[in-house]
């Protein structure tokens, strides 16, 4: 099962919204087979595994073990448990039955009624760990939530800046913590960040330090005030805008890959937020700042885990730094920052009305 989690570690960054799948199948205690899920439509773990074993007939003699439950349902490729069955491999080992309702359970009700001895549970958590964005939409209705900001030593994450006009953003992190940054968007499907940080940094919000693929950029436009001059709107990757009005424009957005999304910003904002993610299939978002966006955040306990870089340098005032009760769970330091990484110990559920209104997605 080690093996198998090392193998599906290697489609990370293209699997989403599928999870990360690694297989390996063992004939007299050697690996004689192995395959992992490379990406998002491609063929699964199991089909590679199968594949790439040199002598067919010790299939009908081996193991296959796999780190998730084998798929029952034809999907963009055929059920895996079918093909197990055809194969005719007398036992299987599974880490974790599959959260998604399409499967969940069925897949090993097809290979048990095919009388295969199944396991199931075989280092359970570290297999639910690896994919803990896909266990987390889907046993908790919502997108898997990390927090990330860079702060001054004093606790600032800028100086105060009315407009673009007022100079660029206040520099923190270094080479290192850039790549590092870069790597968590690659890590996860959405990128998240307030009006005025838009406003202010005209980022790009896109992958450019680290391999994988563009997450989908989102911003909050309560008032539609974000200029199409901004870097966002450059079509280069989908993007979607979280606003108030009711008439959000339409003409020529979606040819830049923009989508309007109305929502109510009153009540329950981020957890509104979250529900339109999951309802597009997002299983992960990073929240990059800034701080009235992230303090929304925290205050709802909407978020799962959050890395705080934190720079060597005091500025004396500027805009305030978050900031959590809690103490750190690991502290590191890259290129003389420290990287303060904190998991979320007061999670709040999704409130059941809201999971009634996106569960028959
Ligand atoms: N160091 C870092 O890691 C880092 C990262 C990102 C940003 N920053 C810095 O942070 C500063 C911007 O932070 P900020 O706190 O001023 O703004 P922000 O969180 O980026 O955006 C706040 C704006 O978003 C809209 N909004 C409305 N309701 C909201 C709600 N409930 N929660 C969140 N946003 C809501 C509002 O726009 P309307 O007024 O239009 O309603 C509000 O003014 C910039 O200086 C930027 O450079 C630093």
Known sequence: MKRCLQLAKCGEYYTAPNPMVGAALV???????????????GAHAEPNAIRSVKEPSLLEKSTLYVNLEPCS??????PCADLIVSKQIPRV???????????????????TNAGIEVTVGVMEDACRMLNKRFFTYFLQKRPYVFLKWAQTYDAFIDKKR?????????????????QLTHKMRAENQAIMVGTQTIALDNPHLTLRNWRGRNPVRIAIDRRLRINREFNIFDGKTPTVLFTEKEHPPKKNVAKKNVEYIKIDFNEKLIE????MCYK??????????????????????LWDEANVEVGHTAIGNGVQAPAFSDVPDIVKTYGGN????????????????????????
Do not use: C
């Open 93 to 111: 080992v599974i880490g974790s039955s599959d959260p998604n309702p399409k499967v969940a359970g069925k897949g090993i009700e097809i290979l």
């Open 27 to 41: 004939y007299d205690g050697k690996i004689i087979g192995e395959g992992f899920h490379r990406r998002y439509g």
């Open 280 to 301: 597009k299939n997002i299983q992960s978002v990073l929240v990059e700042g800034g701080a009235q966006l992230l303090n929304t955040f925290i205050a709802s306990g």
């Open 272 to 275: 509104n937020m979250l529900n």
């Open 162 to 178: 009315q407009s673009v006009e007022n100079g660029k953003a206040l520099l923190i992190s270094n080479d290192v913590t850039a």
């Open 338 to 361: 420290k990287w303060l990484h904190y998991k979320n110990k007061h999670k709040q559920p999704v409130s059941a009305e809201n999971i009634e209104n996106v569960s028959n997605v």
């Open 73 to 78: 349902h034809y999907g963009k490729t055929p």
